[in-house]
């Protein structure tokens, strides 16, 4: 039994790869910046190209994209294929052991990658970005010596320097936690990798963690929680909604725990944000993740009962039933108090549908404990969830306890948790047999002629439709429920302000 998400939910913890092809003018020659380490040739035609390859949250994503967006400007396009790649970067995930593993396995892949492309006469320079770098540090190189450039998440807007030290020095490592917003140094994504990327988007609002969960690696990874402010927020939205964008999703490991400052002086709630955000022109929906129940207060309440825009979906991380295993976990609430806050959101938007996260086999949990946690699946019946077997991470307080659970155990118990999801999610997919609801159409489905959408409840929705009607939100009846997705035929077109800029995409062109 493996790890996973039970639902086909848009892929938040996905693992994705950015690369894509795309022209981008330098500033430099490529020559000049990010010159081959080992003075081996460079390409000496065309731009060098550049393949990321993401694991991880969704904040990883948007990270990808950001230094995507940083590197075209220094004389790189993408590439979707790591064979054809001059630089590799991995933006890595360190939240379970499994995670960070991955990222060693696949540098074993690039090494030998790297020894076909020198017999080519060409030099593959490799980067290891986010978490799993932030954690290990100079110990990846050790470990790894394909390895030539080290960067955390804090300090990737540092890459173009850091490209150039590496090939100065062999190279370069970058852990800090700098003082200045990386956000502010970064170049903004081109028109055309917006358009490119597609018509719904991520936008950091809100990083690190101030919570410290006894299990998780977040607050040390990532640092301190820090909030953007509002108006650079906005002037990001306003730019992705300009060249298409119609759904955004505001990212932080705790979003809800967001407080930047507005023009205004004040500190600003996730819930003041989401009300300005929805007056941006063509912004039509918008979502959030992930919150953290301590943080649901009054204002996110109101905007869902206010926003037209903000989704009636809240991914809701519990990890628990067991009231003795969230004080274990340092969770900071009860059973009691979540269910608390679902009802307030519920109150609200009684359409509200609930995703959460859970763990099961974290250190002392008990059959008692655990059978709680089942208990909470029932009791708030979730749409969709992620659910995790409990990985020691070094350095948390939970990974020296002596009362660890029996690998067979954490499986035979994630087992029976994935099939009471299961079971709460096919009756809420069954229940939308025949419903009509609106949905934005992103791009091209798998079949001619289909186009793949979202639900408001983040189910992919296929549709025969043309494809100019990409980026249009249309209303559609459900007629069948498939293994992964929900498929219908459009009602009637139910637009909620129009596209500020037609997508088109390889089918629409
Ligand atoms: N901030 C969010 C919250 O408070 O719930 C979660 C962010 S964390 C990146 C995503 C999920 O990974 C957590 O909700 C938890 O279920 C899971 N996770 C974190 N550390 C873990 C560990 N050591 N073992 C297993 N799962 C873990
Ligand atoms: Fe990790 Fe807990 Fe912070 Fe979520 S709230 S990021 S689980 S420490």
Redesign the pocket.
């Known amino acids: 039994m493996t ?1 996973k998400r039970i639902g086909d939910a848009r892929r938040h ?1 996905g693992m994705s790869d950015t690369g894509m092809s795309e022209t981008g003018m330098s500033r430099y020659a490529p020559s000049a910046r990010a010159a081959p380490i080992d003075g081996s040739p460079i390409r000496m035609s065309g731009p060098r190209k550049l393949h990321i390859k993401s694991y ?2 969704q ?1 990883n994503a948007y990270d990808s994209q950001r230094m995507a967006d940083l590197l075209v400007p220094e004389g790189f396009v993408e590439t979707a294929s790591p064979e054809d790649a001059d630089l590799i970067i991995l933006n890595t995930c360190h ?3 499994k995670a960070a593993e991955k990222v060693y396995s696949e540098l074993g892949r690039i090494r030998k990658l790297r020894q076909a492309a020198g017999r080519d006469g060409r030099r593959v320079t490799v980067a290891v970005a986010g978490c799993v770098a932030q954690a290990e540090g100079e110990e990846i190189i050790r470990r790894a010596p394909v390895v030539d450039l080290v960067v955390g998440p804090q300090s990737y807007h540092r890459l173009p320097a850091l490209l150039d030290r590496a090939a100065r020095d062999g190279r370069a490592v970058d852990t800090e936690f700098p003082a200045e917003d990386k956000f502010e140094l970064l170049a903004p994504p081109t028109r055309e990798a917006i358009r490119r990327r597609g018509v719904a988007s991520f936008v950091t609002v809100q990083e690190g ?1 101030d ?1 410290f ?1 006894t ?4 607050p040390y990874t990532r640092g301190a929680e820090v909030s953007r402010p509002v108006e650079r927020i906005v002037r990001e939205v306003e730019r992705l909604a300009a060249a298409g964008v119609r759904e955004v999703t505001l990212i932080g ?2 979003v809800n725990a967001y407080h930047g400052e507005g023009a205004d002086g004040a500190r600003w709630t996730l819930g003041r944000l989401l009300r300005r955000s929805a007056e941006v022109p063509g912004i039509a929906r918008l979502r959030y993740t ?4 301590r943080d649901i207060d009054a204002s996110l309440v109101a905007a869902h009962r206010d926003v037209a825009a903000v989704m009636p979906f809240l991914h ?4 628990s039933g067991s009231d003795r295993m969230l004080a274990a976990m340092n ?1 900071r609430h009860t059973v009691a108090d979540y269910l608390a806050a679902v009802d307030r959101m519920r109150g609200a938007r009684p359409d509200l549908a609930l995703s959460s ?3 099961v086999g ?1 250190p002392g949990e008990t059959e008692a404990d655990f059978r709680a946690t089942l208990r909470i699946v029932d009791q708030v019946g979730f749409c969709s969830a ?8 070094p350095g ?1 307080p ?2 020296s306890r002596a009362d660890q659970i029996p690998e067979a155990v954490k499986t035979e118990r994630l087992q029976r948790l994935q099939g009471a999801i299961e079971h709460h999610q096919t009756a809420f997919n069954a229940g939308c047999l025949g419903a009509t609801f609106d949905v934005l159409l992103e791009k091209p489905g798998r079949h001619p002629g289909q186009l793949v959408g979202r639900s408001p409840y983040l189910q992919p929705v296929q549709v025969m439709a043309p494809p100019d009607l990409i980026g249009e939100i249309v209303a559609v009846t459900v007629s069948r429920i498939g293994p992964n997705s929900l498929h219908g035929s459009i009602a009637a077109a139910a637009d909620h302000g129009r596209s500020a800029e037609p997508i088109t995409t390889a089918a629409g062109a």
């Open positions: 790890e913890d991880g949250c904040m939240i379970r052991e963690c919570k969960c299990f998780c690696v977040v490991q705790n992930t919150s953290h129940p809701l991380p519990v990890q969770r996260d859970f763990i974290f992620f659910s995790f077997k409990y990985s020691p991470r948390t939970a990974a």
